[in-house]
């Protein structure tokens, strides 16, 4: 089979120009049908505010939406209530309690996660957690549909791998597709 | 591709020409050439169907339709409790792995056991590198005394890796290189600007040393009926166009097309079937694994395919009066002499460098130091050698995961990619050692009631002296090429290469060994063996070529045999 055959045969009308959309909405195996109210599993909704204030100044909007417009603190309610143990949860649970007492007191929030985010690469235990946030938080902007097609080159079928193209400081990455992190 | 079920029980209608054990990349290949021979092939695979395409169901997935972005769930990962290790494990290809949960074994020691139990077996999930053995590696246990002589050398096995390569599709160079055998290629991937600067610093730096392309099985042009990579390097999904190669797009549906094909998945060995009138096989017997009849079928040749460990373990679980010790084993050598690389020793670094060149799309390929140490002459406090795997390519955002920063400016620095990164992976030859070891089970039964396999292995005194040496030349060659933030890992558990080898191996003398230079068994002879469990040694280069390599020549005996005098 050709690549027009493969195409057609799982159902694709082949137009080159529309291909990776077509492909998209065409997934049938996994549609992550986000229901329209989410339910938090993990955090409280209090917890919830704090998370999306904090997260919007890790990954705010810029020529792209902010990494709570496409979601992230959903993404990290969930990662949080199903790959993290029992003693992470609790390192993540207490921190958050930390940074909601702190974050309301502070006159410039800002400043005040960008000390914090120091704090936590300078090895200081009591702000590890925030390490975690910012580095899911990542993962959640970078992988959504907006950090892969529009914060990065989204190149669904590449056709061929090239070895040299030239590039400048504006070329942007390619959108993941390798899904493993290590974190 | 049309798998049935027989459920018949007449001998008749379940008696083939032949049997193939595991349709994974050797099972395929005997089922292939056995069936062009005009052959009739029954092919029992104990996992479920796996169909080209049709059953790659996150082949096209983008990113953001994984709810968990491919991470697993702590709950999910309960029943992955080794396979989560392996470094694809994801939502992506977990499908293609087996279920710790229902397939247990015992760790005598730490031995990362990596299974795929299904149709293609793990020809799904392979790194795809292909490396002709030479007579370096042929001569090396006769020559240091550790292992057993290999009762064949590169001449007899040349035809046959041109064979494969012609029809696999393998994509290299020629590089002339005298201990890795140039082979049949199809054009070579191409290497990116820091990967051609690194093969000019290593070059300036050592005179024998050089840095070429992968040579892999993935097809750089269209190729017997598969279509060529289209630079997405998600194989591991399953590729829709069938460019790397895998026996569920190339072996089994060709051997399907000559019509001598059974297929049967869903079917556990429970046991060879020894005939001690006439010193044969008679067939084997199967546990369906949907109905959980026992069922039996005959056939003049049995070709034993499945994998490495899944091989031994069946031939031990299918001891007799008369093999007492497991099937084949008068030998005794049955279940020793286990392998595998050491790898995961090695060290990252980065180049600020080539700003202005990129690459485009994405390549299953990394670039490839082939063994210099001990090739010309012994010149290193231990014995045989190592090669390297390098993966090249420039950081992404993940790079954020370790760097202080936050808001738009550093967001907006995310979405460029950052420095190159080179990361160099040493994989060393393991000597063949008896105490390295499977046994079966006296007391722990899988839920077929059959013996589950206790693993008992550890890396000698030679691979921890040849692993000093792997970690400084890497290091040293990062140094020598300029890079910046080299950082050493070292991490070695059995098995995790996933190129285990040995427990029945080849050799001249029935007395010390269990096949003979066909794979023949020395004791049944209507039994072959054609899997890693064969190797009387581990050359450093991947090993899956020289197997399936093994698995036509042997078949191609086998079939001149028994059109020859009927029987083997």
Known sequence: MNRRQVIQSLGLISSHAVFPSVLSSFLASCQAKEPKDYTPEFFTDDEMKTIIATI???????????????????????????????????????????????????????????????????????????????????????????????????????????????????????????????? | MNPFTISGKGTEQNTYDAIVIGSGITGGIAAKELTQAGLKVLVVERGRMVEHVKDYPTALTDPWDFPLRNMTSLEEQKDYEVQKNLYLFGEDSKGFLVKDSESPYVQTKPFNWFRGNQVGGKSLLWSKHCYRLSDLDFEANLKDGHGVDWPLRYKDLEPWYEHIEKYIGVSGNRDGIANLPDGNYLPPFEMNSFEKYLRKRIREAYAERDLIIGRVAVLTQDHNGRQRCHGRNLCHRGCIFG??????????????????????PYSIVESLIYDNKTNKLKGVRIIDSETKESIEYYAKVVFLNASTLGSTQILMQSKTDEFPNGLANSSGALGHYLMDHHSAIGASGMYSGLKNSFYYGQRPDSVYIPRFRNVNKTDQPYLRGFAFENWISKEDWTRGFYQTGIGADWKESLTKPGDWVAYFEAYGETLPEYNNKVTISETKKDKWGLPVLEIDMQFGENEKKMRIDMQQTTVDMLKASDLHSIQPFDNAVPGSTIHEMG????????????????????????LFVTDGSCMPSSPCQNPSLTYMALTARACDYAVKALKKNGTL
């Open chain 1, 56 to 183: 919007d100044v890790i990954i705010p909007e810029t020529n792209t939406i902010s990494a709570s417009q496409v979601g992230t603190h959903k993404f990290l309610d969930q990662v949080f209530s199903k790959c993290l143990n029992t003693d992470q949860q609790h390192v993540i649970k207490e921190g958050i309690a930390q940074l909601s007492k702190e974050l309301a007191s502070a006159d410039d929030k800002q400043k005040y996660l960008i000390d914090l985010d120091k704090k936590a690469y300078s090895n200081d235990a009591s702000s590890t957690y925030f390490k975690t946030i910012k580095q899911y938080t990542i993962v959640g902007f970078f992988t959504s549909q907006e950090g892969t097609t529009k914060a990065s080159n989204y190149v669904k079928i590449p056709e061929a791998y090239k070895g040299e193209i030239p590039a400048d400081e504006n070329t942007l990455n390619y959108g993941r597709t390798n899904l493993h992190y290590y974190i």
């Open chain 2, 243 to 264: 460019a790397p190669y895998s026996s569920n797009a190339g072996a089994l549906p060709d051997a399907n097309r000559t019509g001598n094909l059974t297929l049967r």
């Open chain 2, 503 to 526: 427990t029945a191996r080849m050799g001249h003398d029935p007395k010390t060994s269990v096949l003979n230079k066909w794979n023949q068994s020395h004791d049944i002879s209507n």
